[in-house]
């Protein structure tokens, strides 16, 4: 997927998250002897000589689920019809490559992005410290940690996924945002602003039945919201909603920890992570929400654990920060972002995207602040 000369065609890089299509891949060539995915009683091994503990998996297997038809395609469509000069590359690449995001302004995460390497992580903050900006048009992004093993062709991530019905132990040790040694200790929302143990995830036949409500806009001054004609109640009238009439929301959603101040604005807390310059800019509190980890509720947001002491409600989260250096992440908070963009089912969805887009494909971003 790489190009032959990177940053020939445009200052654009999307990432295709191959590592979480493996993950959740369910094909496999009859009679041959590999793992399956990471969700259908895989293969456990427990560590020891230089091998990490965990789930493993190959990714030397036909390809098996919809992540590239229904994310995907109609993003990069989009992409190619507004003549947006974009290269590919897949998360291998990002892990491989210290390099790679040198030539690029701008890095794409699109839909479900759910697996990362610390490789991955380490190249992307580099590339923020640089100037560099990311556009994280996904959810439940950078949830897991995973391994590369035996040249780079294996991964392995030590998830809380059951083997033939049992879970091998709790808890799993490959979660970004718990602290060691239960988890990584370094959480997703520092580098993306949200996490998906602030938001959750609406089950049902996909794209399901799901609330078609959009994010409350906050700020509509910003410069996210530039040519939108939306408005945020400052003006004593009601705030309008980005993507009001859509299933922008979900299927999965990552939210930031907030609490209102005296006007009601959501502000960001800071208390799991979250950047200090982490600007809401729009919200949707999850309701009804069901926080039974081990059975899925129909009709309910379903949402995972987090910190004990964190209480307070779920809600998918738009926003945008600044890193020290000048890059600019730009969150939407939302799985089917790129689907509604893509099929230009929202022209506000639409325009916030191109304004994201060209603003910052040019190093070294926009600041966050209205």
Request: with cysteine.
């Amino acid at each position: 997927m790489r190009p032959r000369r990177p940053g020939g065609r445009g200052r654009i890089l999307y990432k295709k998250s191959t590592f979480t299509r493996h993950a959740y891949n369910r094909a496999d060539r009859e009679g041959v002897p590999r793992a399956g995915s990471l969700y259908d009683n895989p293969v456990y091994g427990t560590g020891g000589d230089g091998r990490p503990r965990g789930h493993r998996l190959s990714m030397r297997r036909p390809g098996g689920v919809i992540d590239l038809a229904w994310w995907d395609a109609p993003f990069i469509g989009w992409l190619e019809r507004c003549g947006y000069a974009v290269e590919y590359c897949t998360d291998l690449d990002l892990h491989r490559d210290p390099g790679l995001l040198a030539p690029y302004d701008l890095l794409l995460s699109v839909g479900h992005d759910e697996y990362w390497s610390t490789a991955m992580r380490e190249h992307t903050d580099a590339h923020l410290r640089a100037g560099g900006n990311v556009a994280f048009l996904s959810a439940n992004t950078c949830w897991w940690r995973v391994h590369l093993t035996d040249d780079d062709t294996g991964l392995v991530s030590d998830t809380d996924h059951h083997v033939d019905g049992v879970f091998p132990h709790l808890p799993s040790t490959d979660l970004w945002w718990a602290a060691p040694p239960d988890g990584v200790g370094t959480p997703e929302n520092v580098l993306t602003g949200v996490s998906f143990r602030n938001g959750g995830m609406w089950p049902g036949e996909w794209p399901g039945d799901r609330p078609r409500v959009g994010y409350r806009v906050q700020h509509a001054g910003h410069w996210v919201f530039e040519g939108t004609g939306l408005r945020d109640g400052s003006d004593g009238g009601p705030a309008d909603r980005l993507g009001a009439g859509t299933p922008l929301i979900g299927y999965e959603c990552d939210g930031a920890a907030f609490a209102y101040d005296e006007r009601g604005v959501a502000r960001a807390t800071g208390a799991d992570g979250t950047p200090a310059s982490f600007l809401i800019l729009g919200l949707y509190e999850l309701s009804p929400v069901s926080e039974d980890v081990t059975t899925m509720k129909w009709g309910h947001w379903n949402c995972v654990v987090r910190e004990p002491e964190r209480t307070g409600p779920r809600a998918a989260t738009m926003g945008v920060h600044t890193v020290e250096g000048g890059g600019t992440v730009f969150t939407a908070g939302t799985t089917d972002w790129p689907v509604i963009c893509g099929r230009e089912e929202d022209p506000g969805v639409v325009r916030v995207t191109r304004n994201v887009l060209d603003r910052l494909s040019r190093r070294a971003g926009a600041p966050a602040g209205p």
